[in-house]
């Protein structure tokens, strides 16, 4: 899932230019008067901090819905993560899955096609009507046949889901997929209540919830959205009454909302100045930092159809070039981690390849392959490098790279730096516009195989066409190899681990060979707290556990 993140203006520009003394006393006034008035209308409906036992959480993230059969984005899956349940979760800050609305893992057939999960009992919905497997049948077909923006995560893997018992429910794929049970993490797959919700296409509570969760949604406004701790749950209480969740127009008002203690908590999402500035903060003991490696990674997409990049060896001379130690110190401020595979760090199965294949920043192989591609300073390989207008980050790293090229080789490579709002980017990049971009991705669910199938799988094309039809058309690369077709089917279908690993290896090994992407940083995820509050804890797929928290 390719997931890109945008970064909101100030929505607050009064500086006027005075006209004349007067006129610029009573704009003065008015302007006084106007400011009052809005921060008593913040304050009226802003949570206060210093409820008893409710926490308040500042965020930057738009919400677009809270219906899981359409939520697609971090914010909404932060939130469904704690109001609702899945079949199978994470052990907090791992990737290890644990049973949460299942009762244990998965048993599965000799074909690697059907799992029969043992279901929970003793589960209520937030609307009282009891959980069982003919809910989770439920709940199940619902995300897939309501044709939401993640359904085809479950709609292209499962052929049938049925309770085949009170509290037994069976599903079967399509064709086997080994990190299945992983799937079932995803927050969108969680149940919901059949008195509540329906199953039709496009039929979407967006601004609604039940399910089953630890917290119940009490009001969704437009600024503020509140969860109350539902004193029915099955499971682990939450360790405060409630969240309150209060969403800014940008990074500058959430950092200084925390600065004045007007948050408990700041999480998602702070420019890396804020970040350093709130850092230094926590060492002189004013407040905490929580911070963890998160699973989103930083890539450079190639398009290996246009020119001069359908050269393989344009593509190495650039992935020779990327210095990772310079980009996390001056684009960074240290505030991420080298990557050298599409696959994070944070798996068993992640194998630095393109460190052991060209090093980190390694100019001289980089003018020794253009050199031998055949190009000279008077003729230099020209490269557009395109990124999203709306990201500082990717705008600075653009010039970070060209400034790279330009200092160190020699005239072989230009880099001409082109930027487009990312949501146009978007739209265009399966129809190959974009010789190349910068691009981040957010997993769907904390397995190695989805960092590596939706980019490099093609089902239809050829090494000379490249990919007419598949992933990695989608994602803009169009890249096409049998031999990576043959690695991703083994991986999916192999259920030994140790095995599964080294297919992994072996397919980490192809993609330095041919260079469809280059890795480039992987994401740190930071919470800023007051002191007092206790037990935030982060997962993997950074997402945080309300009910930990407590103050």
């Known amino acids: 899932m390719v997931n890109l993140w945008n970064q909101l203006q100030n929505l607050h520009p009064f500086s006027r230019k005075f006209l004349t003394k007067w006129i610029g006393l009573f704009c003065l006034f008015c302007l006084i008067l106007v400011s009052c008035s809005s921060q008593q209308r913040i304050s009226s409906s802003s949570p206060s901090s210093s409820d008893n036992g409710r926490i308040t959480i500042g965020t930057t993230l738009k919400l677009r819905t809270l219906d899981p059969a359409d939520a697609y984005e971090v914010i909404s899956g932060n939130i469904l993560y704690n109001l609702g349940d899945r079949l199978y979760d994470y052990e907090i800050g791992t990737n290890q899955l644990i049973p949460k609305l299942a009762t244990a893992l998965p048993t599965l057939s000799s074909d690697g096609l059907t799992y029969t999960i043992p279901i929970r009992k003793g589960v209520l919905f937030h609307d009282q009507t009891p959980f069982d497997a003919a809910a989770m049948e439920f709940s199940i077909k619902r995300f897939i046949q309501n044709a939401g923006s993640p359904s085809s995560l479950l709609a292209d893997t499962i052929d049938t889901v049925q309770a085949t018992g009170d509290y037994e429910l069976t599903i079967k794929l399509k064709k086997p997929f080994a990190a299945f049970p992983s799937l079932l993490a995803f927050s969108g797959i969680t149940a919901v209540s059949p008195q509540f919700y329906e199953i039709g296409e496009g039929k979407f509570k967006p601004?609604?919830?039940?399910?089953?969760?630890?917290?119940?949604?009490?009001?969704?406004?437009?600024?503020?959205?509140?969860?109350?701790?539902?004193?029915?749950?099955?499971?682990?209480?939450?360790?405060n009454r409630g969240v309150d969740i209060q969403r800014f127009s940008s990074s500058s008002n959430l950092f200084n909302a925390f600065r004045s203690s007007a948050v408990d908590i700041a999480y998602l999402s702070l420019n890396p100045d804020q970040i350093s500035s709130l850092q230094k903060g926590a060492e002189a003991g004013k407040w905490q930092m929580i911070s963890a490696n998160g699973n989103t990674i930083n890539y450079l997409l190639i398009n290996v159809k246009s020119e001069p990049l359908n050269r393989i060896e344009v593509r190495q001379a650039l992935a020779a070039l990327i210095n990772r130690s310079i980009i996390n110190e001056r684009v960074l401020q240290n505030q991420g981690e080298k990557l050298f595979s599409l696959i994070p760090t944070t798996f068993?199965?992640?194998?630095?390849?393109f460190y052991l294949k060209y090093g980190d920043g390694n100019i001289e192989k980089a003018k020794q392959l253009l050199t031998q591609a055949g190009y000279t300073p008077e003729n230099p390989a020209i490269v557009e490098l395109w990124y999203a207008s709306n990201s500082s980050n990717k705008g600075f790293l653009g010039l970070t790279l060209k400034a790279l090229a330009d200092r160190d080789l020699g005239g072989l490579l230009k880099l001409q730096l082109n930027s487009v709002e990312s949501t146009t980017a978007f739209k265009y990049l399966e129809e190959g516009i974009y010789p190349t971009f910068i691009l981040d991705w957010y997993a769907d669910f904390l397995d190695a195989d989805n960092y590596i199938q939706p980019f490099l799988e093609c089902s239809q094309g050829s090494v000379e066409t490249g990919c007419v039809k598949g992933s990695s058309q989608y994602q803009g690369s169009f890249y096409y190899s049998d031999r990576m077709n043959q690695l991703i089917a083994q991986q999916r279908q192999e259920q030994n681990p140790e095995a599964r690993k080294l297919i992994f290896q072996e397919i980490q090994e192809l993609l330095a060979e041919d260079v469809p992407y280059i890795p480039l940083w992987q994401d740190k995820t930071y919470v800023f707290a007051k002191n007092g509050i206790d037990n935030i804890r982060l997962q993997l797929t950074q997402q945080l556990p309300f009910w930990t928290i407590k103050k």
């Not at 609604?208 to 682990?236: C, H, M, N």
């Not at 068993?348 to 390849?353: A, F, L, Q």
């Open 207 to 239: 601004n609604e919830f039940v399910g089953t969760g630890p917290y119940k949604l009490k009001s969704l406004g437009i600024d503020v959205i509140r969860l109350d701790a539902f004193d029915q749950y099955w499971g682990e209480k939450p360790a």
């Open 348 to 353: 068993s199965d992640y194998k630095p390849t």
